[in-house]
């Protein structure tokens, strides 16, 4: 294996691309221009030669946090533990009332899946095989950052993820299918009957079953973010139909579009401020190297292509797919900013409070998972990525950090993945392995 130079956290800046993309490719000393992306000139991002024998497995082990042990913040700021005592807490949502819903629901391995989970190390990477499969309610009325009530608010789901609060449905989003449910302000359990308003294809490589929901600013649509059933389309194509790919949809379920594709497994989803620009955090494919291929953050181009299986990061196109789709890898969209590679960078929440310093404001937090196919760990942290004017300002900065425990024997505390801002300014991060909610204020 050729040994690879650690890609820089590195910053795309948004520009015309969004708008329009330029398919020809240029590459000089092992860099790929991002020029190609329009005619305004983005930064350049490093990427090494791709490794096909790349095969590291390197699974952290989950240890959970000490008492009276916390991750770390600026020092502007306090960390407390919010919640605990849930099974694998991976997505929290913030209805309009206030009210903190976290569905509780994990990976399923079983028979010869569970045995080689075993004999890697994956088991001890994060929980498996006792879905909860529901939805708790919490509750912080006197906003002291310890909720006051607490109750299990919907259960019995089939691998529960992105929830919504809209037009007086309760919205979830299962590995198979979107349901939603009558609902008014207040409830503290869902009593009516659901329905599936839509059918999702299930499941998906390794952690991708998660199905993640946001509603467009003015109520019109629904977009649904599923990830790919492969790595890299190794189980052939016939099978990534309605993956890879953010879908937009009615309230009612219907009207169905695929609103941009390419997206190996997009998970966090949100508005930036002031705005009607959609972005996502996207989680990249495995297998080519330690510093490929980026994680990243991007804005959403309705009707965009973003690379996957054929090309990754702009068109660079994936050597085990070569010359399959040149026309695909040609029209390839750049994203705006790298979050290094094997990150597993999921969760995503822009900062629209006041109670953040300033240099916060209208920024975006990303929960990073953590890597498994690197031969040192990368992640396991949030980053912060400001923006001014719409776009990102500057590069990725480590915010809340502290989950590795020992880096040589790979133990951690725990692993973040989803986020969220409260009303009253502090920001909730999902520790799912650790079966934690951490909350972060500032002093």
């Known amino acids: 294996m050729k040994p690879l130079t650690r890609i820089p956290v590195a910053l795309l800046v948004a520009g015309s691309f ?16 991002a020029g190609q992306a329009g005619s305004a000139a983005a930064a350049s991002v490093p990427l090494p030669p791709p490794d096909t024998t790349h095969q590291v497995k390197h699974y952290s082990q989950v240890i959970g946090w000490p008492a009276g042990k916390t991750p770390e913040a600026p020092a502007s700021f306090t960390v407390n533990k919010f919640a605990q005592g849930l099974r694998n807490p991976r997505w929290i949502y913030v209805a309009p009332n206030g009210d903190i819903f976290v569905s509780e629901a994990e990976t399923i391995k079983r028979g010869k899946e569970r045995t080689e989970a075993r004999k890697s190390g994956m088991d ?8 909860a499969n529901r939805i708790t309610l919490f509750r912080d009325k006197d906003q002291d950052g310890v909720p006051e009530e607490r109750y299990t608010f919907l259960r019995g789901l089939n691998q529960p993820f992105g929830m919504l609060v809209l037009q007086n449905y309760f919205y979830v989003a299962n590995t198979d299918g979107l ?27 390794n952690n991708h079953w998660t199905r993640n929901l946001i ?23 016939e099978h990534e139909v309605r993956r890879a ?44 190297g330690d510093e490929l291929v980026p994680d990243y953050l991007t804005s959403v181009k309705e009707g965009g292509f973003y690379g996957w299986p054929y090309a990754y990061f702009g068109p ?18 750049v994203p705006d900013v790298s979050l290094g590679a094997h990150t597993a960078s999921l969760g995503l929440a822009f900062y629209k409070r006041s109670a953040f310093p300033g240099k916060y404001r ?27 004017d719409g776009k990102p300002s500057g590069p990725p900065q480590d915010f809340l950090t502290g989950f590795i425990a020992e880096e040589d024997s790979r133990k951690v505390y725990g692993r973040p993945v989803g986020l969220a801002v409260l009303q009253d300014g502090s920001l909730l991060v999902a520790d799912d392995a650790a079966n934690t909610i951490w909350r972060v204020a500032a002093k």
């Open 18 to 33: 969004f708008f329009s993309c330029n398919p020809s490719t240029k590459k000089e000393n092992g860099r790929a221009s």
């Open 179 to 205: 349901w939603r449910y009558p609902y008014q302000p207040g409830q503290t359990q869902l009593r009516g009957k659901g329905e599936k308003i839509l059918e999702l294809p299930a499941g998906g490589y």
């Open 124 to 131: 001890k990477s994060q929980n498996m095989n006792r879905s």
């Open 316 to 333: 660079n196109e994936d050597p085990r797919l070569a010359g399959q789709r040149p026309d695909l890898v040609k029209k390839t969209l």
């Open 215 to 237: 509603a467009h600013p003015n109520g019109s649509k629904i977009y649904i973010a599923v990830g790919s059933g492969s790595n890299n389309g190794e189980n052939g194509m």
């Open 362 to 388: 209208g920024g975006a937090f990303i929960g990073q998972h953590g890597s498994w196919n690197r031969s040192q760990l990368a992640g396991y942290k949030v980053v912060f990525v400001p923006f001014q």
């Open 245 to 288: 790919c953010i879908l937009e949809i009615n309230p009612d379920g219907t009207g169905e579009r695929i609103f941009a594709s390419g997206l190996r497994n997009p998970v966090g989803m949100d508005w930036a401020p002031n705005s009607h620009t959609l972005w996502t955090a996207v989680n990249e494919r495995d297998e080519l």
